[in-house]
């Protein structure tokens, strides 16, 4: 986490050089607000992180001999053969085809979102996996 700390004060640094320059030469208040609130995200991005690396242990990332493989981990668990998904695209490419071309789609594209949704969260509620 130290290295990303760092990354990010130094972003911070050069957002805020960029800012004041465009500030100046551009008199334009929205992009000069915007690239200041950019400053002030990054600095508190690279604060917490400076600041959470030395209460935590050193990772991977923070030592120069390490591999690739040493900050490896347990990535999840991934449901193999779950067609949830696939409705909850469906239904959201529904949805959002019915701001373009009407929303009475969204009368269709409601019920496949909310079945897709139902379906994924108890996927697993059913069968030997059912909690009695």
Known sequence: MKIQGKMFIWLS??????????????????????????????????????????????????????DVADDAGELGFFSPHSWQPLALAVGGALAFLGVAVGWWLMYFSAPIILVGLWGWVFEYYRGENRTQ
């Open 13 to 66: 640094v050069f957002i805020l050089a960029m800012a004041i320059v465009y500030a100046v030469w551009s008199k334009e208040p929205a992009g000069s607000t915007a690239l200041f609130l950019a400053f002030g995200l990054s600095i508190m991005v690279g604060y917490y992180l400076t600041f959470t690396a030395r209460r935590v242990d050193t990772g991977a990332q923070d030592n120069k001999e390490a």
